[in-house]
């Protein structure tokens, strides 16, 4: 029994020596030999060149700088109004036994609108013309007694006062027919004016009366309004120290404007300034202008609030880069641009003109260079870019090419 227990405590101590020895062989191992991905040594030629590689370059979009014609607009907002406006009144007084044209309907100039009730006026018509054909026949028989005094007063069988007298009746009666004429031509007028009609061709709106009502020379709310539709006018404001620049515009031809949706996203027309108000509002610091549009698609409708955008100069082979490469930063604007082995360099520049989508560069930037438009916010000066230029078209400014107003109407 003591052989077999002695046995025992050998081969216990035989198994915690082993154990020992195995965590000493494992931690000089773990601490001393290094491990690859794949469980091998790594060579330490391999970890230098590692360490001369340096962070991985940093992915960045660029695009060309370049030399383009740049358009000059002033943006602004308007509203659109019809070019005429007539609200459809009766000269005289009737009642109405027809309508002739639909709410909403397109009318030509020269149309039938409203008829009224003509029967008076035609018998004011006849009336005068009966006057008239009375007073020519009293004349005629004046005129023959003239005829037989002027020839007995030859023999002395008449006086010299007869004759004048009849002679002065021959006059009275010939004014009078001339009365009668003009009773005649005012009783045809007021008789046309039982048509009525469009006056101009344009959009009829709602119509005030209906067959049947009785409508007066003296109402105020008409029959109907018709505005024109084409061409059409918005009218718009700039502020008031860019009149120079709008006169010169002016003075040097026609001057194109568009009309875009309010959020400015689409262009609905173009057209041309017809017109620069005689003087600036003082209380708003801004002078009115008014535009006009073919319209030939009733793009534009009368009240509707659009955004427009007054072209006003072009500058000719300036150079132009996208407003999302430029920066600002404590000592002004400036762009990165990207260098030989595709570094990255801070570039102060000075701009000009400012678009929508582009600015005119004075200083800082040449045509053929590469300035970053997106990823400038991981960027340093002599940072490893990873370029990747875009699609832009080479001469865009404010959302339009340069040549967008040409065939505008």
Avoid at 246 to 266: E, Y
């Amino acid at each position: 029994m003591g052989i077999f227990q002695s046995v025992r405590r050998r081969d216990s101590r035989w198994l915690a020596a082993g154990a020992a020895v195995l965590l000493v062989v494992g931690f000089v191992g773990w601490r001393f030999v290094p491990v690859g991905s794949a469980g091998a040594a790594i060579n330490p030629a391999d970890a230098v060149k590692q360490q001369n590689i340096g962070p991985a370059p940093i992915p960045v979009s660029v695009e060309t700088v370049k030399n383009s014609d740049f358009p000059v607009y002033f943006n602004g907002l308007g509203t659109v109004q019809p070019y005429d406006t007539v609200t459809v009144r009766s000269r005289v007084d009737g009642q109405v036994i027809k309508v002739a044209f639909r709410q909403g309907q397109i009318v030509k100039e020269g149309d039938l609108l409203v008829q009224i009730d003509p029967r008076p006026y035609q018998a004011a018509l006849e009336q005068a013309q009966a006057k008239k054909a009375q007073d020519e026949a009293t004349l005629r028989n004046a005129q023959l007694d003239l005829k037989r005094y002027s020839t007995l007063a030859q023999q002395d069988f008449a006086s010299r006062q007869q004759l004048d007298t009849q002679q002065a009746t021959v006059d009275q009666i010939t004014a009078q027919i001339k009365g009668d004429q003009a009773s005649i031509d005012n009783a045809a007028t007021q008789l046309s004016y039982t048509d009525i009609r469009s006056p101009l061709t344009g959009k009829t709106g709602f119509r005030m009366v209906d067959p049947g009502n009785i409508v007066h020379a003296s109402d105020t709310n008409g029959i109907v309004t018709i505005v024109k539709l084409q061409p059409i006018s918005v009218v718009f404001t700039a502020p008031e120290e860019d009149i120079g620049q709008i006169n010169s515009a002016l003075a040097a031809g026609a001057v194109p404007v568009m009309a875009l949706s309010s959020d400015g996203t689409k262009v609905l027309a173009r057209g041309h300034l017809a017109l620069v108000d005689n003087q600036i509002n003082q209380a708003s610091g801004t002078i009115g202008m008014k535009a006009t549009f073919q319209n030939k698609d009733n793009a534009l409708w009368p009240g509707l609030s659009v955004a427009t955008r007054l072209l006003v100069n072009t500058q000719k082979n300036v150079v132009v880069v996208p407003n999302d490469a430029i920066e600002h930063g404590p000592n002004g604007l400036y762009a990165f641009v990207v260098g030989a082995g595709n570094k990255v360099a801070m570039r102060d520049i000075k701009v000009g003109d400012e678009g929508t989508a582009h600015t005119v560069v004075l200083k800082g930037l040449s045509a053929g260079e590469r300035v970053v438009v997106a990823g400038q916010y991981r960027l340093t000066q002599g940072a490893v870019v990873e370029p990747h230029q875009t699609t832009a078209p080479p001469a865009v400014a404010n959302g339009e090419t340069a040549d967008t107003f040409q065939g505008a109407n």
